[in-house]
């Protein structure tokens, strides 16, 4: 194709968009996270509690990706390869967590868990707190991601069929080893997918966690909240410190997400 | 009796896949299901194989009521219309799934593969992948992998359809001779009467959910038993008012007649051999079957076909011709007859 | 395992028109009804049981509050200038990305996903920073006296940001279907590019557009992190909704965090309606 004046505009203009809109606030994290020296970047990002958030991220994310794998697995085997009233019904209720504001989503907890929900005595009397605890947090951030993997499994296996599942079945293949044999080496670039976006977003939920975290430092706080904090209390180069982690990895999980995103359309292809 | 079916029923919301659906098999036939797109014949072969559970009625194997009994259990072979070969396995993964399945010695399993790899001639080929392999390859291994676990039952679903033209004839007669050979009752499922009539011993022929006819398909094909199968099963050009004809009169109760090409004798006009009963037409187009000519003649607007045998007299578009019907399959909703062209016959002489 | 439960008339049409040799259907829809319900539908149940304990006065005093509904204003307007502004844009990089070969293509396309990967707070402050009075964009434009951050232009910018992901990825696939041999054809035939852009491609791209528009804007009216540092959340002003309950939440005001809340579904639902008949319509064409 010949390049033209349009089509140098038309390039140039995207390209503005894209460095002014998504490429200068990456730039904007890196720049005050080390505008005072790799020193005060080490001791931000090294700090008690920016390290208890960061750990508390890391827990509350393995346990959403441990949710939300087993039921996206459980979700898409059961609609994506039987036939049943109510399929469109069940995928819509599915998708709901991805049509609702965080901030709703930490409502819900609260409603359900705080003070005036209705399964308080309950919790109470088992001696566990969930709002303003890690459980809270830990729910609101599975709420939030819960389609997620789902999502990317259902219409995949919808589109390959039955009839290898159906084979393996007809010749006495059990289950657990349908999936293990058949089903999995089909799905297994789509579940890892899955399982990138899933990371992302809830290592980086702020919204819903926020309303159920209570803010108590080195206790509840997420790394995102964390950055919160800092940057109310006017710790500009400590809050871009402690960002660069999220922007790092996110960076990271963008250039996992393209390498598999490749492997999935050579699969299909 | 190996396969029985008695009065089977099965509904998908409003379509009634399998009407009252009886037949029986012969142990060692290679039997056909034939009938078009939506007309039962994958459900029937799905309700035997335990991929569907019938509404009602009765399936038994080898004198067995087998419909309670899980699919697996029911020593059936299946392959899948698109063959369904596990794409993530070897030739040689997919041939032995069946025996690992069942726990099988691995030396045991090694010699079966080996010897199926043999019988359907794709030595070699052991390590490629579904993807690296032709349309009949993949047939091929469909076909080895149901076998492999010694099934007493095989059933096929549209084995052809998904392959070239060209290979197919060739597939035909080597699943033919192959089945021949291992010598396993066998059903096959297919919408193509040409693919029917070459390879089944027997056909049995379904429309709506119903079946129309069972029988050898020379049989069928002489003697159809109902107007569908009339129609179905070779070429068959309706005619209009049969009445109007020369040598056939009303036949009360039977409005409809088709005609086969080879009822129609076409013959030059200073040939014709009958000339009060036969009609003039004119040529409209010929056409190269490759063991025989298949010439359109338009009779007075009604368009008819008939094959002509490369030897005879070469005909020419547009030239007029002597058009000879001499006989007609009538019909109503329930029954068909075979009558012939009364003036042939008080003539006293029958050719062919 | 929950055959028997299923022994009612749905269990049974359910269970006959179920597969019949895949194993598994009766564990994985269990799982799967028993997970939603704890995780998704029980709690979200509670927007219900809680509203029923207040009045239908009460409920609408709640939602029709004066300064709420200034926040409904302020969310509306900047989401639904954000979208257009995006659906520009989106229309823009989905094509550019399609159809033209230049260097950095396939690191452009990445980055297109920079908002869903990016921690929103992470956006927020760092987009709060760069607009302020003292931030390289902010600082250019407060020498004409326009202030970006804690106003409704900040609003609107983190806006754009979280929502161009939305309008680019519907818009691509549909690109990509799209055979190019089909405005060649309409070259062929002395079209011009820009006729050939709004007669041809144009229709052809309007639905994923509107199905991107939604999403995004839906998004926008939602979203917490990446607003609500730029916002500044001055009462009247750059007050959002997802804020105000915020703070109705935190003065323990919860039939009105709720109700507010319960706006905010229902007009949720709407959008996801709307999307998914559009949808439908895509698929429609795109298949036949």
Redesign the interface.
Known sequence: ?KRNG??LI??L???A??F???????I??MT?ALRQGWETFAEAITDDYAVKALKLTGFSTVITLA?NT??GV??S???A?????GKQV?T??????F??????AG??????FGR???AYPLTESLGVKVVFAVPGIV?AT??VT?PFISRELIPLMQAQG??????????????L???R??TL??IKWALLYGVI?CT??A?????AV??VSGHLRGKTNT???H??IL?NEYK?TA??AV?SI??VT??I???L??IVEYKLKKEEG | MYVELKNLNKRFGNYQAADGVSFSIEKGKLVGLLGPSGSGKTTILRMISGLEQPDSGDIFIDGVRVNDLPAAKRGVGFVFQNYALFRYMTVFDNIAFGLTVQKKDKAFIRARVTELIRLIGLEGLEKRRPHQLSGGQKQRVAFARALAPNPHLLLLDEPFAAIDAKVRKELRSWLRETIGKVGITSVFVTHDQEEAVEVADDIIITNNGRIEQIGSPVDIYRNPKTPFAAQFIGTSIRIPEYWKLHGYEKTPGFEHAVVRPEFVLVSKIEKEQYPVTSKRGVISGIFFRGNAMELNIDVNGLHLTSNQSLDEAAFAVGEEVSVLIYRLYIYNETEVRLVENSSIKSDGTFFI | MPKRAMGTNTGRSIRRRRNQVIPGFGLSMGVTIFMLSLIVLIPLASVFVVLSGATPQEIWKAITDPQTVSTYKVSFACAGIASVVNVVFGILLAWIITRYKFPLRRVLDGLIELPFALPTAVAGISLTTLYSDKGWIGGFFAKFGVMISYTTIGITIAMIFIGIPFVVRSIQPVLEKLDPQYDEAASVLGASKARIFFKIIFPEITPAALTGFGLAFARAIGEYGSVVFIAGNIPWKTQITPLIIKSKLEQFNYTAATSIALVMIIFAFCVLFGINTLQARINRIAQG
Do not use: C
């Not at chain 1, 409502?107 to 359900?112: C, P, Q, Y």
């Not at chain 1, 290592?203 to 919204?207: A, N, P, R």
């Open positions: 194709m349009v089509q038309l390039i203009l995207g390209a968009f894209v002014v809109m998504l490429i200068l606030p990456l904007t994290v005050y949710v087993a039921f459980f979700a085997w059961a609609i390869k039987f036939a049943f009233r069940l819509t209720l599915i998708d709901i967590p049509s609702i504001s965080p901030i709703i409502l819900i907890f609260i409603l359900v005036i929900g209705w729910l599975i709420f819960f039955n009839e290898e599942e159906e084979a393996a079945a007809l010749m006495g293949a059990k289950g080893k349908i999936y044999r058949i080496p089909h976006l992302a977003r290592m980086g939920e702020f919204g926020s309303v790394l995102p909240l950055v919160e940057f500009l809050a871009f960002s999220l922007v996110a960076i999980i963008m250039i997400r393209n």
